[in-house]
């Protein structure tokens, strides 16, 4: 019994190795298989790749060889005016200002005008303390009406020959006197009342009532308003476009864009040998808001043009002292440019007048221009309208390329779900 229970028990361990074998020999296979799937699909994935690289590289060549084109801005030449124009600062003058000082020491009884008055010629402005002077010519009047009674008097007795031709001639000196007395006094008294040398506004008053003034005090500042000048002084060079009667403008920071309007009244005949300057006296008058001691701009404008081609400046590039703008140009469904030579008329802050070369209506660039060589290509940028349509274009495409990537993507996963599958349902029925 115990052979025949050995017997089978070798038996059954001999079949359970043959099963084992069995199944480590399915396993093996079914490895090697898998990698010799996944050996033929990587080659494949790799010339995938490599075509993808040559065509990559393809591509990259078209690109080098496609020329770039220059994004740039352009504006379209207008006409208008443009005027030369020779700037300079300067603060205004009145000519007629003066400085009102008393003739005569004594103290202030009446005060009749204020700062900011205007007043005439011989206005009288402060009354003085004037008993001393009032006394002084009465007597003298009194002297003299009685010098007068006794030179009648003695002109009767010449012509009879009564008095001598000394006595006579006494009698009228003496009336000759007394006239220079009254005279005197009347210039006196005259003193008592400060009166306005010239038409104008008092601009300082410098006493009170009841002062006591001195012989020479200064009393008032009278300025005429009608008279303000603006006094520049301009190089020499500019002489030729210079002569009376030149308009011109003048502005303040203080008046905002306000402008007024003048002429040069006076050129000085010589030139300032320290500064090679000439001096320009260009006459305002008493316009509203002009007051003297402003600090101004003075425009000379020396010459001005009507209705011709403007050159903005911010399209001008220079190039050895030379300015040169591009203008646009459109073949065959491409924007070049080309450089053209700008030679100036006129100049003033924002514009050129050119000589030739350029006419209204041509489009020049006004952005981008620098680096730019005649015969670039270029691009403008797209209409508002277009690159609002342009950008919901690509709003909208961005969902619909995630849909497609995420579509792309099942395909891939579909193969490796089916091959695990088949593994599994092959080790089942070897087992």
């Given at each position: 019994m115990k052979s025949r229970t050995r017997s089978w028990l070798v038996v059954l361990?001999?079949?359970?190795?043959?099963?084992?074998?069995?199944?480590?020999t399915t396993g093996c296979n079914m490895s090697s298989d898998s990698e010799a799937s996944d050996g033929d699909a990587e080659?494949?994935?790799?010339?995938?790749?490599?075509?993808?690289?040559?065509?990559?590289?393809g591509e990259d060549g078209e690109d080098e060889d496609k020329e770039e084109a220059v994004p740039v801005e352009v504006v379209n030449l207008a006409?208008?005016?443009?005027?030369?124009?020779?700037?300079?600062?300067?603060?205004?003058?009145?000519?007629?200002?003066?400085?009102?000082?008393?003739?005569?020491?004594?103290?202030?009884v009446k005060l009749l005008v204020e700062e900011g008055d205007r007043v005439?010629?011989?206005?009288?402005?402060?009354?003085?303390?004037?008993?001393?002077?009032?006394?002084?010519?009465?007597m003298v009047r009194s002297e003299l009406a009685k010098a007068n009674r006794e030179y009648e008097?003695?002109?009767?007795?010449?012509?009879?020959?009564?008095?001598?031709?000394?006595?006579?001639?006494?009698?009228t000196y003496e009336i000759d006197q007394l006239k220079i007395r009254v005279e005197n006094a009347q210039r006196e008294l005259g003193?008592?009342?400060?009166?306005?040398?010239?038409?104008?506004?008092?601009?300082?008053?410098?006493?009170?009532?009841?002062?006591?003034?001195?012989?020479?005090?200064?009393?008032?500042?009278?300025?005429?308003?009608?008279?303000?000048?603006?006094?520049v002084y301009v190089p020499e060079k500019?002489?030729?476009?210079?002569?009376?009667?030149?308009?011109?403008?003048?502005?303040?920071?203080?008046?905002?864009?306000?402008?007024?309007?003048?002429?040069?009244?006076?050129?000085?005949?010589?030139?300032?040998?320290?500064?090679?300057?000439?001096?320009?006296?260009?006459?305002?008058?008493g316009q509203p808001g002009l007051r003297p001691g402003m600090y101004v701009d003075v425009d000379l404008v020396t010459a001005s043009h009507d209705d011709v081609v403007l050159v903005p400046k911010q399209a001008v590039v220079y190039d050895n002292d030379r300015m040169f703008v591009f203008t646009l140009e459109e073949k065959d469904e491409e924007r070049r440019v080309r450089r053209v030579l700008l030679e100036a008329v006129l100049t003033d802050k924002d514009n050129i007048e050119p000589l030739e070369g350029l006419n209204a209506g041509d489009p020049i660039i006004i952005a981008g221009q620098t680096g730019l060589k005649d015969g670039t290509l270029v691009e403008l940028p797209a209409p508002p309208e277009e690159a609002v349509a342009e950008a919901g274009e690509t709003v909208e495409g961005e969902p619909e390329a995630a849909e497609a990537g995420e579509t792309a993507e099942d395909p891939a996963e579909e193969p490796q779900d089916e091959a695990m599958l088949a593994s599994k349902t092959d080790e089942r029925a070897s087992r």
């Open positions: 361990l001999a079949v359970l190795l043959l099963a084992g074998m069995g199944v480590i080659p494949a994935g790799d010339k995938d790749a490599e075509g993808e690289d040559d065509g990559e590289d006409t208008g005016q443009i005027e030369s124009i020779l700037r300079y600062s300067t603060n205004l003058e009145a000519e007629n200002h003066v400085e009102v000082h008393a003739q005569a020491a004594r103290q202030v005439s010629r011989n206005q009288v402005l402060v009354r003085l303390m004037d008993d001393e002077q009032r006394n002084n010519l009465a008097r003695s002109q009767r007795l010449f012509k009879e020959k009564l008095i001598s031709e000394q006595q006579f001639n006494d009698a003193y008592t009342e400060v009166r306005a040398p010239i038409a104008g506004t008092i601009t300082s008053r410098l006493v009170k009532l009841g002062d006591q003034i001195t012989v020479g005090q200064h009393l008032f500042d009278i300025v005429d308003f009608e008279s303000i000048v603006a006094r500019h002489l030729p476009d210079l002569h009376k009667g030149l308009y011109a403008r003048v502005s303040s920071p203080s008046l905002g864009d306000r402008t007024y309007k003048g002429h040069v009244q006076r050129i000085a005949p010589v030139v300032d040998p320290r500064s090679g300057t000439v001096k320009l006296t260009v006459g305002l008058g």
